[in-house]
C-alpha cells in the first residue's frame, strides 16, 4: 500500500478529509495537519509536506487549500518538490507524464468532490514517462 504525505490548510481541510475516507482502502497517509476548519497559514503546511517527502515519509504528497496557489507556491519552494496545482483530469496526466511532479495541489474553493477524486485517481496511476522529460525536470533542482 502506497504512504501518501497530505497537508492542507483551513479552507483545504474538508477535502483533506474527504480523500483520506475515499482512498482509505488503497492508501494510507502521513497527515501533517491542519486538522480543523480554524484559521492557519498555508505556507507552514506547504513547508510540513515539503519536509515529510524529504524525509522519507512519503514518496509522493497531496497539498490544499482554497485556490491550490498558495501552498503549493510553499511546497515548491524546495528543490526536491515539484508540486502541480490541478483543476482536471488532463493537467493531472500531463504533470506526472513529463514533469514527474511528485505533490499534487487541489484548489478545495474551486473544483468540485468528484473531480477532485478523479484528479487523484490520474496523478496515482499516471507513471512518468522519462526519456525527452528528463533533462528539463533535471533542470528544475
Ligand atoms: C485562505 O483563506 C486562502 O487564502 C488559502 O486557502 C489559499 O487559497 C491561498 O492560496
Redesign the pocket.
Given at each position: 500500500m502506497e504512504t501518501l504525505a497530505i497537508a492542507c490548510?483551513h479552507?483545504?481541510y474538508d477535502l483533506k478529509e474527504a480523500i483520506k475516507e475515499r482512498f482509505a482502502d488503497r492508501l494510507s497517509f502521513v497527515d501533517v495537519g491542519t486538522n480543523s476548519r480554524d484559521s492557519v497559514d498555508?505556507p507552514e503546511f506547504g513547508q510540513k509536506l515539503a519536509q515529510s517527502i524529504i524525509n522519507g515519509e512519503a514518496e509522493r504528497g497531496i497539498v490544499i487549500?482554497?485556490?491550490g496557489?498558495?501552498?503549493s507556491i510553499a511546497a515548491n519552494r524546495y528543490k526536491e518538490i515539484r508540486a502541480a496545482n490541478c483543476t482536471d483530469v488532463t493537467m493531472a496526466r500531463l504533470t506526472r507524464q513529463h514533469n514527474n511532479a511528485n505533490v499534487l495541489a487541489l484548489g478545495a474553493r474551486l473544483i468540485g468532490l468528484e473531480v477532485a477524486f478523479d484528479i487523484v485517481e490520474t496523478f496515482l496511476n499516471t507513471e512518468y514517462e522519462g526519456g525527452r522529460h528528463d533533462r528539463r525536470v533535471e533542470k528544475l533542482s
Open positions: 490548510d479552507g483545504g498555508y487549500c482554497g485556490t496557489i498558495g501552498i
